[in-house]
């Protein structure tokens, strides 16, 4: 069974950056795609970035564009995002989720992380 453990979270500053990792249980990442969400308070939860298995192609929400960076290391089986330029409606909980296949598809991921929280406040 896959397992996936967020780690990175933290309170910082409006501005300021984090890196997110998720890291997973398994013999090889090579066969996933690895996408990153988030719920925010009284909000449902959206996508956030994907990455494609081998990581050649990528994607991400608009309201995190030119500030977010996803990437990923299958051989230390762990996949990052890199948040810069952090505001305050970027507050949230982030979880990673898999999906088994080469391509990114928000609504079929099949295993979850349990989130890591994410504070940008002042």
């Known amino acids: 069974q896959l397992q996936l453990v967020e780690s990175g979270g933290g309170l910082v500053q409006p501005g300021g950056s984090l890196r997110l990792s998720c890291a997973a249980s398994?013999?090889?990442?090579?066969?996933?795609?690895i996408g990153w969400f988030r719920q925010a308070p009284g909000k449902e939860r959206e996508g956030v970035s994907c990455?494609?298995?081998?990581?050649?192609?990528?994607n991400y929400a608009d309201s995190v564009k030119g500030r977010f960076t996803i990437s990923r290391d299958n051989a230390k089986k762990t996949v990052y995002l890199q948040m810069n330029s952090l505001k305050p409606e970027d507050t949230a909980v982030y979880y990673c989720?898999?999906?088994?296949?080469?391509?990114?598809?928000?609504?079929?991921?099949?295993?979850w992380g349990k989130g890591t929280l994410v504070t940008v406040s002042s």
């Open positions: 990455i494609s298995s081998n990581g050649g192609s990528t």
């Open positions: 989720a898999a999906r088994y296949g080469s391509q990114c598809r928000y609504d079929d991921m099949g295993h």
């Open positions: 398994t013999f090889t990442l090579n066969y996933y795609a």
